[in-house]
């Protein structure tokens, strides 16, 4: 999950830390906060989720889970 992109990019640079190279970030889902993405590019990573909120709140109002 990404909200703000600060944790993952706290766990990226631990990772470095131990000699890891991390060459891209992944998750599940991310809210699509435009904070995420000058974080993430600030920081040096970039990152690709599988699904955001855009998607999950069409789907549900695409299957009438949600109201207008």
């Known amino acids: 999950l990404?909200?703000?992109g600060k944790s993952s990019i706290a766990?990226?640079?631990?990772l470095e830390e131990e000699g890891v190279v991390v060459a891209k970030i992944f998750s599940?889902?991310?809210?699509?906060?435009?904070?995420?993405d000058k974080?993430?590019?600030e920081a040096g990573f970039s990152y690709q989720s599988l699904t955001n909120f855009d998607?999950?709140?069409?789907?549900?109002f695409d299957d009438q889970m949600l109201d207008k």
């Open 55 to 60: 998607i999950l709140a069409q789907v549900a």
């Open 11 to 14: 766990a990226a640079r631990k």
């Open 28 to 36: 599940l889902f991310t809210y699509g906060f435009a904070e995420a």
């Open 39 to 41: 974080v993430f590019l």
């Open 2 to 4: 990404i909200s703000t």
